[in-house]
């Protein structure tokens, strides 16, 4: 486990006390209990369930990513309509380099979508029944200014995504187009599949000694966080934070267990889809939430130097 302020997240925190102050409030922080390359769980700590919300939308709809977002049909003699085969395209996850994600972002975020465009052909005719995958999709390089970017290649997170299937004689020719865009937009371009979090369970054990008759106590909890050991009643710290908060060994023990939470530190879950590893989604998600933090402080400013008022 990796423990410790996570600069980004910290930032926020003295963006707001340096422009003011905040009473009684500490610097948040983040430890890291599995970091994979699709796959992410992290304790949040020292936040308000606003903050760590907050976090959980820019995850799932602020982040932009690459997704098709035009499809120029030549020719499809498939059972499929056109709509329904560029909607199907639309989804398939496609995987950018972290170089060249950074570079599609700036273009983004500068208001020029439409000069940071990715293209892809397709053309598949069968001899013989088949299934068309995202394999056969072929990547054409970047238009505009991004078609210097001879390094830079762009796929699908995998190559075995169906998209129609073809009998005898049918045949497939289109072009595809991709953009960036955030997921609050079309969920095409949401980089993760799902976000969760929990708030941090805290399990009191009221009277450790109390004999054999709190054996039941530890049995009913489904996850094992409770342990009966030589007469007495013990949580089991390593298995804390799987605890669901069913307070079945409390129904079961009212008089010896309490179940709370700690409403200021969150258990996250993340799932990626591969079209970024976790870690930069995070990143990217909390840089986005500091823009727009700090937008909020310069409008709230200006409004009140406007009004003659100053800072509070």
């Known amino acids: 486990?990796?423990?410790?302020?996570?600069?980004?997240v910290v930032n926020v925190y003295y963006r707001v006390r340096e422009r003011g102050g905040v009473r009684g409030v500490q610097a948040p922080s983040i430890a890291i209990q599995k970091l994979g390359e699709n796959e992410c769980s992290m304790v949040l700590k020292g936040v308000t369930p606003a903050v760590a919300n907050a976090l959980r939308r820019a995850l799932m709809s602020d982040v932009p990513t690459l997704a098709?977002?035009?499809?120029?049909?030549?020719?499809?003699?498939?059972v499929l309509f056109d709509e329904v085969l560029a909607h199907r395209l639309a989804l398939i996850p496609l995987k950018v380099d972290v170089e060249t994600y950074e570079a599609l972002l700036s273009c983004f975020e500068e208001g020029r979508r439409d000069d940071c465009v990715a293209s892809f052909t397709l053309e598949v005719e069968a001899d013989r029944q088949m299934t068309v995958y995202s394999g056969h999709?072929?990547?054409?390089?970047?238009?505009?200014?991004?078609?210097?970017?001879?390094?830079a290649e762009v796929k699908p997170v995998s190559d075995i995504i169906p998209i129609v299937k073809l009998a005898p004689g049918q045949k497939v020719v289109l072009e595809a187009y991709a953009k960036m865009g955030t997921g609050k937009?079309?969920?095409?371009?949401?980089?993760?599949?799902?976000?969760?979090?929990?708030?941090?369970?805290?399990?009191?054990?009221?009277?450790?000694?109390?004999?054999?008759e709190c054996r039941k106590c530890a049995e009913v909890c489904p996850k094992g966080v409770l342990r009966w050991r030589g007469g007495a009643l013990e949580v089991v710290e390593e298995k804390l934070e799987e605890c669901a908060m069913c307070r079945a060994c409390e129904e079961a023990c009212p008089d010896v267990v309490r179940v709370s939470w700690d409403d200021t530190s969150f258990i996250f879950s993340i799932e990626g889809l591969g079209v970024l590893p976790v870690s930069?989604?995070?990143e990217v998600a909390m840089r986005r939430l500091l823009k727009r933090l700090d937008?909020?402080?310069?409008?709230v400013e200006a409004s009140l130097n406007a009004l003659g008022g100053g800072r509070a």
């Open 295 to 299: 937008r909020l402080i310069n409008t």
């Open 1 to 8: 486990m990796r423990s410790g302020a996570c600069p980004l």
């Open 280 to 282: 930069k989604v995070v």
């Open 185 to 212: 937009e079309h969920a095409k371009w949401q980089p993760v599949s799902a976000v969760a979090y929990k708030y941090y369970p805290k399990v009191t054990v009221l009277k450790r000694e109390c004999g054999e």
């Open 68 to 78: 098709i977002d035009e499809v120029v049909v030549v020719e499809n003699s498939s």
């Open 137 to 151: 999709l072929k990547f054409a390089g970047f238009t505009g200014e991004f078609s210097s970017l001879a390094y």
